[in-house]
Nanobody
Framework: VQLQASGGGSVQAGSSLRLSCSVSGDTLADYTTAWFRRAPGKERERVSCISVSDGSLHYADSVKGRFDISRDNANNMMYLQMHNLKPEDTAVYYC?????????????WGQGTQVTVSS
């Protein structure tokens, strides 16, 4: 199984970016999928998640109203649309999947993509 995130970059505060994650080797529809991020000197944070059980969407308070998570099961793709980016959104972003719930501790990770937001 491989997950590959892309779409990161360096942008100004207030900009938008769309992250993509391609998944190969399994069927995305069978998994809960999420985006995490890790900023320098900080712990990993779950940014957003789509539950496989009921399709519910979950967002960290820090990104609610600015980020939108989605997935395309037919093409094994997942996305994170980010609006009104802030310098505190600067981090490496990772896509991940699990057979469990959004609160599971066991995730399969892909390579990350760097997002840098300057003020």
């Amino acid at each position: 199984v491989q997950l590959q995130a892309s779409g990161g970059g360096s942008v100004q505060a207030g900009s938008s970016l769309r992250l993509s994650c391609s998944v190969s080797g399994d069927t995305l529809a069978d998994y809960t999928t999420a985006w995490f991020r890790r900023a320098p000197g900080k712990e990993r944070e779950r940014v957003s998640c789509i539950s496989v059980s009921d399709g519910s969407l979950h967002y960290a308070d820090s990104v609610k109203g600015r980020f939108d998570i989605s997935r395309d099961n037919a093409n094994n793709m997942m996305y994170l649309q980010m609006h009104n980016l802030k310098p505190e959104d600067t981090a490496v972003y990772y896509c991940a999947e699990t057979k469990g719930s959004c609160y599971d501790d066991l995730w399969f990770w892909g390579q990350g993509t760097q997002v840098t937001v300057s003020s």
